[in-house]
C-alpha cells in the first residue's frame, strides 16, 4: 500500500468539501466517527478534517474496518452493467424498431423502477428514451438511404406522419424531409466518473469527462465545423467504445480499434496523430511532440493543440507533459491525468499492448 502525503490527504479533503467530480475513483475517505467509507461526490454531511483517513481503493478501506456508504454506494463499480440490462441494450440494439413496455418487463420479472433508475444515473435518459432514440436513429438511417418517409414512418410503428415528423424532431432536430448525419451523443460509465462520447456518421468525435466544462464547448466547435446538430442518443458504436474502455481501466488492454474522426485543423490533426504514438506507460514532452512533427519552434502551439484534443484517453493526450517532468494541464482535472499515468504505468508498461482488440 502507498503512503498518502499529507499534502494530498489535504488536496483530497478540499475536493471532498467541494464534491469535486474530478475525483471520482481518485480516492475513498473513512469517516473515523461513523466507521463507513464514502466517494469523494458523496451527498452525505462531510466529515471534520481530524476525523478522515484516506484511500486510494475502497479495498483499503475495508481492509481499515471501514464499512460502505449506503448512500454513495463505494463499492459499487460503476462502469459495470449489470449483465441483464447488458442484454437488455444488446436486445434493443440488435431490434431497434421492437418496443420492450414496462409491461413486457415485468413479464419477464425485470423490475422496471430499477432499470429507469439505472438508466439515468448511468446514462442519463431513462430506458424508454434510449429505445425511442434508437427507433429513431435507426429511421434516420433509413432515410438517409433514400427510403419514403411514409414507409419509414410505417415501418416505425406511427400511424400518422404528423406524429411521426414530430417525434423525428424532438430526437433529431432535423425533419425527416431534410434529413442529414446528426452527432448523437451518450453518457458513458468509468472508474473515473461519467464520460460524454459523441458520434457522428458512425465514427467517434469526442470523448470527455462529463465534470468537465468544456463538454459543452467542444460539441459546439465540433457541431459548427461539421455543420451538424447534437442530440443525446445511444448507438451501436458507443456499446464499442464501452468494451473497450472496460478492458483499459482493468489493465487487460491499451489498445482501441475505433473509427475516429478528429474535427479539427491539419496542424491539430498532425499533433493526435503524433500522441497515438506515444505507448502506454511512457510520457513524452511537448518539445519531443514538436521535434516528431517537424515543427520544432511549435511548442507551445503544440500545448495548445495537445489541449483541444476531444477524445480523451483514445487519443493519449494526457501522456504528455511539461520538460521538467510535471505535470502540466489536462482537461479533465489533474488529478485524473495523474491517475491515468500511474494506471497505465502499472498495467502496461512492461507488457506491450496485452490484447489486441478484435472487433470481429
Ligand atoms: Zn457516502
Redesign the pocket.
Known sequence: MEMISIDTADRWYQALLEKDENYEGVFFVGVKSTG????PG???RKPKRSNTSFFQTAKEAMAHGFR???????LTNRSETPPWINSLIREVEGNPDQRITDAELERRNLSPLKLRRWFKQNRGMTFHAFQRSLALQNAQQNLLKGAKISSVAYNHGYNSLSGFTDAYKRSTGTSPSSSKPCIYTHQLSTPLGPMIAGMYDQKLVMLEFKSDQRVEKQMLRIGNQLKAASIEGPGHLFQDVREQLDLYFQGLSNSFDLPLLMVGSAFQQKVWNALLEIPAGTTQSYEEIARHIKHTRAVRAVGTANGANALAIVIPCHRVIGKNGKLTGYAGGLARKEWLLKHEEKAFRSVKNLLKVDKS
Open positions: 463507513i467509507f464514502c466517494r458523496c451527498p452525505a460502505p456508504c449506503k448512500r454513495c454506494h463505494p
